[in-house]
T-cell receptor, first 116, second 116 residues
Framework: AQSVAQPEDQVNVAEGNPLTVKCTYS??????LFWYVQYPNRGLQFLLK??????LVKGSYGFEAEFNKSQTSFHLKKPSALVSDSALYFC??????????????FGKGTHLIIQP | NAGVTQTPKFQVLKTGQSMTLQCAQD?????MYWYRQDPGMGLRLIYY???????DKGEVPNGYNVSRLNKREFSLRLESAAPSQTSVYFC???????????????FGPGTRLTVT
């Protein structure tokens, strides 16, 4: 079975500082990894994904994430946080080897709060 | 393109009542999904449809049924609503197969359901 852990319920960062939102995963085969963002009372919006290739993935709104196979991590990062980045962030995984449900397995989410 | 649309946006049911949540996508995607979002639990997969004519259970299918009406539409039915089904329900779709957009899931705006 696949799983995702987001160890922090909330991350507080001052505007202009770098931010990191942590994610670790567990799959039996190779992973497809995703980050989504959710603003209040809205659906999830796709930020970025890792499928294969370069371990550093760049996505929307200046976000990037680094795939680390040995640490089974896929942390979300941004060099300089904006107040408008404040939202709920979800990490998700799909096992490439398939089997079982075809949907994504999501972490519980991390509230990112950027303080002016 | 409207993307993924869901109706209704809000619904209040009494225990034992039934209702159907509607979802449609106009992106010609093959696969469609129903998730529920509960505080502190992330998103959990209820049912999915890998292609028109097929449906499969996800992580939490009990109390729900689905219908893939055609390639565009995927409905979720609660036959006898229970307070434990109070949640926010999201429909999503994805282009399966090969290509850069594969496995990116696009989400609807959600249906907030309260069962009293």
């Amino acid at each position: 079975a696949q799983s995702v852990a987001q160890p922090e319920d909330q991350v507080n960062v001052a505007e202009g500082n770098p931010l990191t939102v942590k994610c670790t995963y567990s799959v039996s085969g190779n992973p497809y990894l995703f980050w989504y963002v959710q603003y209040p009372n809205r659906g999830l919006q796709f930020l970025l994904k890792y499928i294969t290739g370069d371990n550093l993935v760049k996505g929307s709104y200046g976000f990037e994430a680094e795939f680390n196979k040995s640490q089974t991590s896929f942390h979300l990062k941004k060099p300089s946080a904006l107040v408008s980045d404040s939202a709920l962030y979800f990490c998700a995984v799909r096992d490439v080897s398939g089997g079982g449900a075809d949907g994504l397995t999501f972490g519980k989410g991390t509230h990112l709060i950027i303080q002016p | 393109n409207a993307g993924v649309t869901q109706t209704p946006k809000f619904q209040v049911l009494k225990t034992g009542q039934s209702m159907t949540l509607q979802c449609a996508q106009d992106m010609n995607h093959n696969s469609m999904y129903w998730y529920r979002q509960d505080p502190g639990m992330g998103l959990r997969l209820i049912y999915y449809s890998a292609s028109e004519g097929t449906t499969d259970k996800g992580e939490v299918p009990n109390g729900y049924n689905v219908s893939r009406l055609n390639k565009r539409e995927f409905s979720l039915r609660l036959e006898s609503a229970a307070p434990s089904q109070t949640s926010v329900y999201f429909c999503a779709s994805t282009k399966s197969g090969s290509g850069l957009k594969t496995y990116e899931q696009y989400f609807g705006p959600g249906t907030r359901l309260t069962v009293t």
